[in-house]
């Protein structure tokens, strides 16, 4: 058992204000001026030639500026973002569907507690193909949205319950609040699988302070084991249950007060995130250390636990932690990338770092205005939108002086090099003007002269067209 909490820490106040979107999100592709799109910055301070390839999925949330599913490059520029003008999104990330590649997201409100929402599949068009509700009458909840091989979906659902909670000093007529994995077959929408906390964890596992309704299990994470069954956390129990995907009981517990394993000391971890088979009898934990209710350890970290199923006992293979002793309250993931690198999301901090095998930083970046992001992800992604590119043009200054201001915008497009600007007299009278490097998904382009029209085209790096926008009128 670990010991108790030492430090109080305040609480986080995880907002989210409208509904998500329902069906096919008809707003995709609305927000494409250069007024309407305001992606969130990605300060980046420091980055290597040894970073693993990709882009950076975030899904910035709860700061000042917007919020919403964002794509990002090495040096921190927007590549495509979708504000959700009402909610915010989560778990956003690259999946397989159908044998291809998709983007994948929870939208909706109440993250964090009793949270309703829906879950969201997009092609490389960015033209959401599918979604996927929770059944028998819950809600999804946003911690978990995973597509497995057989076309399912794993995701979580908090559900409050009455419940006598007199066992663990609570009020007798209270309510829990019951962890709920189920497994949806997204062709079709039907429950193939569900498993509730309650029928196979007691309140008094847990070690979260009594209220009502008693969060005592918060599902956080669901993942696949090497064997196929399911790995579910309770971060509330600091365990890790080991779960049969088709009888539902638990197999074994990892950590907590019930554990089937003996844990080494500097193996045991606390309000965890994140868990997932790194390997057969391997795990990987974001071990949070500590939540809104206090901390056990100051500091935040990656952890790899090696189960010998022979004398049941776990011990740590591997740990990651943050030069700068980072200690995150909530969320948080990792995630292996191809190279060997680990890819380390901060929660609450919204911040995101790379470490290589040997456990070097090599890439360290944060968002602005306070925002965070629930996990944060790299994937290689080659898009291109559905939409053409657009433009704006503003003219300014007095006779020889005169310059015209041009924003080029194609929102997810990841094959731009460069972009061309066309101006002239008239729409049919247009000569290029200007070729400058892309500069992320709203590119700042000056010529100097005031033009009357101008068009954009959008130039792969050997100099192929990708698109063009329609002729506009400077202002």
Known sequence: MR????????ALALSATAAGREGSVQGMHRATSATALHAPALVVYRRSSHDAPGHIFLAPKGGSGQQGPEIVDDRGRPVWFDPTNGGEADDFRVQSYGGNPVLT????????????GTDYIADNSYHVIATVHAGNGLNADGHEFLLTPQGTALITSYHEVPYDLSSVGGPQDGQAVDGVVQEIDVSSGQVIFEW?????????????????PYDYFHVNSVSLDTDGNLLISGRHTWTIYKVDRHSGQIIWRLGGKRSDFSVAANAQFAWQHDAA???TNLLRIFDNEGND???VMPQSRVIWLQLDPGNMSASLTKTVAHPSGYAVPSQGNAQALGNGDTLVGWGALGRLSEFDSQNTLLFDGALTGAAQTYRAYRFTWSAQPGTRPTATARRSGRKRHRKTAVHA???????VARWQVAAGRSPRRL???RTVPWQGLDTAITIARAARWIQVAALDSSGRVLGRSKPVRAR
């Not at 010991?3 to 305040?10: D, E, F, G, Q, T």
Request: aromatic share 10%; proline share 4%.
């Open 105 to 116: 997201w929870w939208q909706g409100t109440g993250f964090g507690s009793l949270s309703n």
């Open 409 to 415: 915008i194609w929102n997810g497009a990841t094959g």
């Open 196 to 212: 509730h906390s309650l029928d196979h964890v007691p309140l008094a596992d847990s070690y979260q302070p009594i209220d009502s």
């Open 431 to 433: 000569a290029v003007a």
């Open 277 to 279: 088979a790194a390997g």
């Open 293 to 295: 209710a206090g901390r």
């Open 3 to 10: 010991v108790s909490l030492i430090v109080v820490v305040s």
